[in-house]
């Protein structure tokens, strides 16, 4: 849809807005103008020695075809660079809440040896107060 409203003239830009992977710890938003072509891109000294010739013969169609194919591929892009910083952002989401699970277990562990070092404290001072109170 988007494709055959560019190539019909119904609409005069496209941008894509989308989540970017950069590396496992950063993931940024990302702005891509995809139509129309950002010239400073392009390589313009591309010589072609290619002794094809293409069909259809028509400019016009060729464009068109290109024009779809290459919004498609920018599209699918974008997903998978999307796709790829999610799953990094969950993945260190997850390494932050076993970090901070791992944690609380220690402090747990602590208190609960506290606990038990404490109740048993207690029952000795009883048997031994039990046992000087029969002297």
């Given at each position: 849809?988007?494709?055959?409203?560019?190539?019909?003239?119904e609409t005069?830009?496209i941008?894509?807005?989308?989540?970017?992977?950069?590396?496992?710890?950063?993931?940024?938003?990302?702005?891509?103008?995809?139509?129309?072509?950002?010239?400073?891109?392009?390589?313009?000294?591309?010589?072609?020695?290619?002794?094809?010739?293409?069909?259809?013969?028509?400019?016009?169609?060729?464009?068109d075809?290109?024009?779809?194919?290459y919004?498609?591929?920018?599209?699918?892009?974008?997903?998978?660079d999307?796709?790829?910083?999610?799953?990094?952002?969950?993945?260190?989401?997850?390494?932050?809440a076993?970090?901070?699970?791992?944690?609380?277990?220690?402090?747990?562990?602590?208190?609960?040896?506290?606990?038990?070092?404490?109740?048993?404290?207690?029952?000795?001072?009883?048997?031994?107060?039990?046992?000087?109170?029969?002297?």
């Open positions: 849809e988007v494709a055959e409203s560019y190539v019909n003239g005069d830009k941008i894509l807005i989308h989540n970017g992977y950069v590396n496992m710890i950063t993931q940024e938003i990302r702005e891509d103008q995809v139509l129309p072509v950002d010239s400073s891109k392009l390589v313009l000294d591309a010589v072609s020695t290619s002794e094809l010739e293409v069909e259809p013969d028509d400019d016009d169609t060729l464009l075809a290109l024009v779809k194919r919004i498609e591929y920018t599209m699918y892009y974008s997903l998978i999307s796709l790829a910083a999610e799953h990094s952002a969950r993945m260190q989401a997850m390494d932050a076993t970090s901070n699970a791992k944690e609380m277990v220690k402090e747990l562990t602590v208190k609960y040896n506290k606990a038990r070092q404490e109740a048993i404290t207690t029952e000795l001072i009883e048997i031994i107060s039990g046992v000087e109170s029969m002297k």
